[in-house]
């Protein structure tokens, strides 16, 4: 398969604990978001980077958010401090140079206890 | 700020009925607006884009700024068409793209 992969897949973690999300891209896109989905809503934009360079990032982002994606290729997302708001599905997706459509990983589901 | 309302959380229609879904959006410039579609199980994909202007799987969506719609038809439902329907928009120069909530389509056989 060589669409977006996330991993995990899905992770429990007790409120306060670290999680990490890695999403590697299609190969050579070299554009990546990552977005939250909760029940019963769309996907929320979380980020976006453009090769390494991280240029737009939402409010939603709080200071307990980070992302990387230090060689332009894979990127994770580092969830400090879980609180049980934070459960929710952590979407990535890639989309390549000059191209018009965006594709989605599978998701990577969190639950926070 | 830009917002996507799709109205309806559940559609039922019957087989062979025609299909809309509808999506209004706010925003100041020119939106890009498209739509996405999560089959069960499937990773959300995208099925159409409004400058594209094309027909996919016999779904159309045209954007009427004065009324700020971009609906999603088709004429005919198929039993396959059940599906997850997420309207989206994409402001010009940036990269957030902006979803609704969604709308559940059922195609009832």
């Known amino acids: 398969d060589t669409g977006v992969s996330q991993d995990p897949r899905h992770k429990i973690t007790k409120r306060g604990q670290n999680v990490t999300f890695r999403c590697d891209p299609i190969?050579?896109?070299?554009?990546l978001y990552w977005y939250r989905q909760t029940l019963g809503q769309g996907p929320e934009f979380l980020t976006y980077f453009q090769n390494e360079a991280q240029l737009e990032k939402s409010r939603l982002l709080s200071d307990r958010f980070s992302a990387e994606r230090p060689k332009g290729s894979f990127s994770t997302l580092e969830i400090q401090r879980t609180e049980q708001g934070d459960s929710a599905m952590y979407l990535c997706a890639s989309r390549g140079v000059g191209g018009n459509t965006i594709y989605f990983g599978e998701g990577s589901w969190l639950t926070v206890v | 700020a830009q917002r996507v309302t799709q109205p309806e959380k559940l559609l039922s229609v019957f087989k062979g009925a025609p299909v809309e879904l509808k999506c209004n959006y706010s925003?100041?410039?020119?939106?890009?607006l498209f739509w996405y579609v999560q089959y069960s199980r499937q990773r959300l994909q995208l099925l159409l884009r409004h400058i594209s202007r094309e027909s996919i799987k016999g779904f159309t969506a045209d954007l009427n700024k004065g009324e700020t719609s971009f609906h999603l038809k088709k004429p005919f439902a198929q039993e396959e068409d059940s599906a997850m329907y997420y309207c989206a928009l994409r402001s010009g120069g940036y990269q957030k793209v902006t979803f609704g909530t969604g709308t559940k389509l059922q195609v009832i056989p």
């Open positions: 190969s050579e896109h070299n554009r």
């Open positions: 925003y100041s410039g020119s939106p890009e």
